[in-house]
């Protein structure tokens, strides 16, 4: 990590005491692995040693910040099967080579983000009329209530009354709207199609 005038500045140390607390020595302040986490993501390097030993043990301090990440709901990263092969490798003839892979590939992934973030914005974004990739759920919902809309044989009344007390006449889906329903979803298995066509570098 560089400071502004472009050199190196050493990386922030935290200590872990006996009882598991940390010890941010730069800022003379316990912190919590919530707190190292928004360090990482704020591209903050530390190194964490064990207080007593001297032990460097930063590698089993952020595994346990994934393992903490991964038991938020809606936060997994990890697939099952990923986990499964990555623990089937420890003792293999080829763990040496894991490490090494699985940091190109992250390296590469990072530098590529925000490229990757455009192009899928721009793959989705023209479909709905939500202005973000973020906001993909919302889109989705929307697309799945007006869905559900076109089928439902009684629609909301203005006046509040339940279906019960005063039924609805019947309004199946024109075709009209069943074709736009299709069309939109044509259109979206198209924008797919050829987002990986061009990620594979074909015509």
């Known amino acids: 990590m560089t400071d502004t005038s472009g050199a190196e500045t050493p990386p922030i140390v935290i200590k872990k005491y006996a009882n598991r607390r940390l010890y941010n020595t730069a800022t003379s302040s316990y912190v919590t692995l919530d707190d190292l986490s928004r ?70 992934f990072g530098r590529n983000q925000e490229q990757m973030r455009k192009s899928l914005q721009d793959a989705f974004g023209g479909l709905f009329p939500f202005g ?30 339940k279906s019960a007390d005063k039924p609805a006449a019947e309004t199946p889906p024109s075709d ?16 797919v199609e050829a987002y990986g066509k061009k990620e594979k570098g074909e015509g």
Do not use: C
């Not at 993909?136 to 439902?152: H, P, R, V, Y």
């Open 176 to 191: 009209a709207s069943l074709s736009d329903l299709q069309q939109r979803i044509n259109d979206l298995q198209h924008q």
């Open 132 to 161: 973000s990739f973020e906001q993909m759920g919302k889109q989705n919902l929307a697309l799945f209530e007006q869905t559900m809309k076109m089928f439902s044989p009684f629609p909301p009344t203005s006046t509040g009354e």
């Open 39 to 108: 360090m990482v993501k704020a591209r903050s390097d530390f190194v964490v040693y064990d207080a007593k030993t001297g032990e460097d043990i930063t590698r089993a301090v952020l595994t346990q910040i994934i393992v903490e990440e991964e038991g938020k709901g809606g936060q997994n990263l990890l697939p099952i099967s990923f986990l499964r092969q990555l623990i089937g490798l420890y003792g293999d003839s080829m763990q040496w080579l894991v490490p090494r892979y699985l940091d190109h590939a992250m390296s590469s």
